[in-house]
């Protein structure tokens, strides 16, 4: 066997000998009505049909659709953008597309230009790792598009847009609940997202219309995990596992081995077979949940922070309906990012499902599909006390095979995965020393302008960094001052400051590259990137765009930023609280949800893949940092390491443990 596939079953370890013998019926299946997974799709159509950048596209589209009128506002440049009212309404508006300046990108860098002493020591190296991968063996999927193949008969069209005339009048009712809805200060909503009626139509629409253009693989061509790529056998063995035979599993591996790839092929395949409402897609972390177009767990839970007993936790989800609906009404929770989670919660979230969904069975019944990676970043815990998830009293009881990926995808260069590998369990053998010594020299990027995403350990870094790149615009300043409210000063203002990413003091100028810090709807969420192209006057309702503001003077002004989904909006303060049980407001900070992103902390980066990285590794405190850090970096030639130091790779002996117990059989 090629690869090592191990499965763990009630605390033995067996090793997967066979293939499944199930038949792989047919995975295009089709739904008889629209639901929330169509959404991704319509996303992307939405994204697609901005990129041609014509209206008349849209409107030729629209014609050709007679069912459903067109209800979309018309794209004009200089639009007034409606406005945003602490998440409960929310309307995206689209503009023309310009560039957005330095954006972190993520597209593959196909420069393969190396530094002079770089380039002696890759050269012999990548000719045979590219013949290995030309042999690496790949087994087939089909298509997962939901719609494929799926005829639009008139019949068919009248009960879908029934079925949206329903769910936008639930969206109605929804977002008057939200009226009064509370958040909690760790910058998740604490209600159902909410789609602004003709928000939604408007993407149904689109899904429907390129649906019958045969676009929709061209705008899966688009994501950044293409679906281009077949799954590998290893994949594909997990694949089957949780599709065809909903088994509880987790699956791991080291950074770029395609766990999120094979996770996003896994969520959309249980959608379009089970019906999207049954799948809850959560992440322990913002910006993971972001990239699985999830939400966070804690979110989806209704737990806060998940601080308290759990039966405290259990009374807190049983008194929201939101909450407790999603806990009763899905089959399956996948849980990315499993590593930030840490045992006693999962311990407390096992609980609360037994309870809430009245089944005794592990986690109530619900299929759990976790995955991540212990040797990168570990729990978050101010008194470094917090156990790893696998040690979880229920752990075992609840996940019942352990798979490891060992294909790495996302680095080719065969030294670069050599010294990440070393990295990970903390042995660093000279050959890599040497390399990265190497590393320190900044590669010969292209004269493109493209910067590469600088990636500290401290937030002190980042903002430092983040300062002085703001500092180079030229444009006006404008300062955002948060509002900060404790009644009572028994110091929970202090404590709500530092769980809240939102400053007291934000500083923004047009061109300054944002992340959002606060989930806005389904699309703008807590990690969502993008540009700031002007600003707002909300009380004339005036859009500037090409710096008229500048002469002006004592007029406040709101951001407008375009996200890099070409969606522009238009920032307005959000809240932050810090409630006592009863919902009583200990603390509150009010706040632009933005921060400057031109450096990101590592902690923000696990998860993703940056083509074009500088690492600093100065100031690195924390198991797991450095070896996140570099993995983000497709190739040594796009990568620059400053500050390293041999005690700077750390790595818990407890993981190495659990790993060493998953790969000796
Ligand atoms: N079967 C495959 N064929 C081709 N490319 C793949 C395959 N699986 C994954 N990839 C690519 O490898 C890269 C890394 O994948 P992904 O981000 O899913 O890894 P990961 O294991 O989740 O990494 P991390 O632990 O760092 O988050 C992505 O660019 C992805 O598209």
């Not at 639009?152 to 109605?172: I, P, R, T």
């Not at 253009?213 to 899966?220: F, K």
């Not at 913002?286 to 990239?291: H, L, R």
């Not at 939101?322 to 407390?348: G, N, P």
């Amino acid at each position: 066997m090629s690869y090592s596939s191990y499965f763990q079953d009630q605390g033995n370890l067996t090793m997967i000998d066979k293939a499944s013998n199930d038949a792989n019926p047919s995975l295009d299946e089709t739904s008889s009505s629209y639901s929330k997974s169509d959404l991704a799709i319509f996303k992307a159509s939405e994204r697609s049909l901005m990129t041609r950048k014509t209206q008349r596209n849209t409107k030729v589209f629209r014609s050709a659709f007679q069912k459903f009128p067109a209800t979309t506002p018309s794209i004009q440049k200089n639009t007034p953008i409606p406005s945003v009212q602490n998440n409960n309404n929310f309307t995206p508006s689209f503009q023309k597309s310009t560039p957005i300046p330095s954006v972190q990108n993520t597209s593959s860098f196909q420069n393969k230009s190396l530094t002079s002493n770089q380039k002696n020591t890759f050269q012999n190296n990548t000719s045979s790792f590219n013949n290995n991968q030309k042999n690496a063996t790949t087994s087939s999927v089909q298509s997962n598009l939901p719609f494929q193949n799926n005829s639009s008969s008139e019949n068919g069209m009248d009960k879908k847009q029934e079925h949206l005339k329903s769910e936008n009048n639930s969206a109605v009712v929804s977002m008057q609940k939200r009226k009064g809805a509370t958040y909690t200060f760790d910058g998740e909503w604490s209600d159902d997202d909410v789609w602004q009626p003709n928000s939604k139509k408007r993407y149904l629409e689109s899904v429907v219309k390129n649906r019958d253009r045969g676009v929709l693989s061209e705008v899966n061509n688009n994501k950044e995990t293409s679906s281009n790529h077949e799954l590998s056998e290893e994949q594909q063995r997990i694949f089957d596992l949780v599709v065809l035979k909903r088994e509880n599993i987790f699956f791991t591996g080291s950074a770029g081995t395609g766990k999120s790839f094979l996770l996003q092929r896994i969520i959309s395949s249980l959608k379009a077979r089970y019906g999207s409402e049954s799948v809850a897609v959560t992440a322990t972390t913002g910006i993971a949940a972001v990239n699985i177009s999830g939400t966070t767990l804690h979110s989806f839970a209704g737990v806060g922070l998940g601080r308290g007993f759990a039966s405290e936790l259990v009374k807190q989800v049983q008194k929201s309906v939101a909450a407790r609906t999603r806990w009763k009404s899905i089959d399956t929770l996948v849980i990315d990012e499993i590593s930030m989670l840490d045992a006693q919660l999962f311990d407390k979230l096992e609980f609360i499902a037994r309870t809430i969904r009245s089944n005794n069975r592990p986690f109530g019944g619900l299929q759990l599909v976790v995955t991540g990676d212990f040797f990168q970043l570990p729990p978050v815990s101010k008194d470094r006390s917090s156990k790893f998830c696998f040690d979880a009293e229920r752990w075992k009881v609840c996940i019942k095979h352990t798979i490891q990926l060992t294909k790495i995808y996302r680095q080719k260069d065969s030294e670069l995965i050599e010294l990440l590998n070393e990295m990970r369990i903390g042995e660093m053998s000279d050959k890599s020393l040497v390399l990265l010594k190497q590393l320190e020299n900044e590669p010969n990027y292209p004269d493109d302008g493209i910067r590469p995403t600088e990636l500290y350990p401290i937030n002190d870094m980042v903002n430092r960094a983040n300062a002085t790149e703001l500092g180079k615009i030229s444009h006006k300043l404008y300062t955002y001052t948060s509002v900060d409210w404790e009644p009572l000063r028994f110091g929970q203002l202090q404590t709500l400051c530092k769980s809240c990413l939102a400053p007291e003091k934000l500083e923004l100028k047009r061109n300054a590259q944002v992340m959002l810090i606060k989930n806005l709807s389904k699309d703008l969420v807590n990690g969502s990137r993008g540009v700031v192209v002007g600003f707002y006057n909300q009380a004339d309702g005036t859009s500037y765009y090409n710096g008229e503001d500048e002469a002006m003077a004592d007029v406040k002004l709101l951001p407008i930023v375009r996200f890099t989904h070409l969606c522009e909006m238009v920032i307005q303060e959000a809240e932050w609280k810090l409630t006592s049980p009863g919902d009583v407001v200990l603390a509150s900070r009010k706040q632009i949800p933005l921060v400057l992103s031109w450096a990101i902390s590592i902690h923000k980066s696990q998860g993703q893949t940056l083509d074009r990285v500088k690492v600093d590794l100065s100031k690195v405190f924390e198991k797991g940092q450095a070896y996140v850090a570099l993995s983000r970096a497709t190739s040594a030639n796009s990568l620059q390491v400053t500050g390293f130091r041999r005690d700077k790779v750390m790595y818990h002996e407890r993981v190495k443990k659990f790993y060493q117990s998953l790969t000796t059989i």
